[in-house]
């Protein structure tokens, strides 16, 4: 978690005054994993959502999805006998 917290110090910068709170999760049966964050901000609230990477990095863009793709591969066969 220490990761989501300095993602959500570079992206709100709240004071010490200012109270942080998740205030939802999110998780998918793919995986995908995220956050709401909110703070109290001058006029209100602000929020914002963070998603979880493959590689554990917190970031406030959702990770790419995978693509189908499709894949060749060239097989070696030998022929009984032969040499």
Same mark, same amino acid.
């Given at each position: 978690?220490?990761?989501? =917290?300095?993602?959500?110090?570079?992206?709100?910068?709240?004071?010490?005054?200012?109270?942080?709170? @998740?205030?939802?999760?999110?998780?998918?049966?793919?995986g995908r994993q995220?956050? =709401? @964050?909110?703070?109290?901000?001058?006029?209100?609230?602000?929020?914002?959502?963070?998603? =979880?990477?493959?590689?554990?990095?917190?970031?406030?863009?959702?990770?790419?999805?995978?693509?189908?793709?499709?894949?060749?591969?060239?097989?070696?066969?030998?022929?009984?006998?032969?040499?």
């Amino acid at each position: 978690m220490r990761q989501l =917290r300095m993602a959500v110090e570079k992206w709100l910068a709240p004071t010490s005054a200012a109270s942080v709170r @998740v205030t939802r999760l999110t998780g998918s049966a793919s995986g995908r994993q995220g956050v =709401r @964050v909110e703070i109290d901000g001058p006029k209100g609230p602000i929020s914002l959502h963070f998603f =979880r990477h493959g590689d554990g990095a917190w970031q406030v863009f959702p990770p790419a999805r995978a693509s189908l793709t499709m894949g060749a591969y060239a097989a070696v066969i030998r022929a009984r006998g032969a040499t």
